[in-house]
Each structure stands twice: as C-alpha cells, then as structure tokens.
C-alpha cells in the first residue's frame, strides 16, 4: 500500500553499526507493527505499538528497539547490527479489531537489509 | 507459543491444476486470516473467517473454516499464472490482544 510508506527499501551496512527504519502511515490507524521475514520462516512480529503511548514486545525483540513518534510514525531501530538481524522488514498498520474479528493489517513494500 | 501450521510448505501446479493449502492449530482460534505475497512484494490481506464452518468465495478462491475452528484452508481451482505467491494464513492468539501470528506460508509456482 502506498499508504504504508517505509525508508530505507534497502540498506547495506557492516556488523556493530546502528540502523534505523522508518514507517509512516497515511491510513490514520492506530496501531502499528514491525515484522521480519527470513526464507521458510514466515513473518515473525518484532515490536508493535496500538496507540502513541503504548509500545509492545512481540516474539522477536531482542536487539530491537522501536520509538512511535507520532500516530503515523513508527521507527525501528538495530543499536549494533549483527550479520544474522540481515532480512526484509517489513511495517503494518491496521484499525482495532472488535469480538473475535481482527482488522486486516496493510504492510508497506518493505525493507531489505544487509549486514556484513 | 501458539503457532498454526501451514502445509504445505511448497507446491508446484501445471497451470489449471488446483491447489489447496492448510492451516491448522491445536487450540481453538477466534478468527483466521488470509495473506497473499507476490514474489518480491508485500503481503495482501485477502479475507477473514471468523464463524465456525464458515465457506467464502472469492472467484476462483475458496476459503474455509473447520466446524471446530482449528483449521481452515484456501483451495485454487483452475490455478493461473496470476496465482504464483507466498500464502500465508494469521491467527489471533488466545486472548484479548489483537496482534496475529503468521504460519511460514505455502510457496506455489504455477508452469504455463
């Protein structure tokens, strides 16, 4: 979704140096979230935010920390690469879910990262 | 953690060949969603199940979920060329917090 904007699309850097990736929505929701994705591994949820105030481990945050600087702002970052954080990251954004419904979740074009 | 499994993992089709893939979980599931990735792209809600035994169609894509609501599938029929992606389907886990865990995905390659 174009409405799901991330910088950079890719990025090659050497092991130990500090990384940023940026995600801004357009969408006007809410909630926000930083996938990795690795070859036969899926998406694995890294961090996720449901509003400014509020900030989330999910299953993978070790080595990751993220900042929500605004409702459509949601940054992750890498305090020292290692070659193994290398893969596509990817941003999400979506509404509340209500019940037992979830809101479908809307992913931007990603981010490869490299890690030598 | 609460994983759901999706197999398979990969599946070649002669193009209009159908094509199944699964999603099935140990624990009963509040709702289920469906991904579609492009090679090379992000991935694509496609729809969400949500109601025991529950049938949507979307043209020549059929999803279901089972009547226990631990499982639920997606079936191609007549796959295209069009068809080539990563499927992956989302479950909520237990609880009231609405993030989703995504299986590993099915690869399928379609040949003309």
Redesign the interface.
Known sequence: DADVTQTPRNRITKTGKRIMLECSQTKGHDRMYWYRQDPGLGLRLIYYSFDVKDINKGEISDGYSVSRQAQAKFSLSLESAIPNQTALYFCATSDPGQGHSNQPQHFGDGTRLSIL | ?QQVM?IP?YQHVQEGEDFTTYCNSSTTL??I?W?KQRPG?????LI?L?KSGEVKKQKRLTFQFGEAKKNSSLHITATQTTDVGTY?C?R?PGGSN????????TLLTVNP
């Open positions: 953690g999706q993992q509040s709702n969603q991904y792209g992000h991935p694509v809600f969400q949500v992956f989302a909520r609405y993030k989703l865990t995504f299986g590993k995905g």
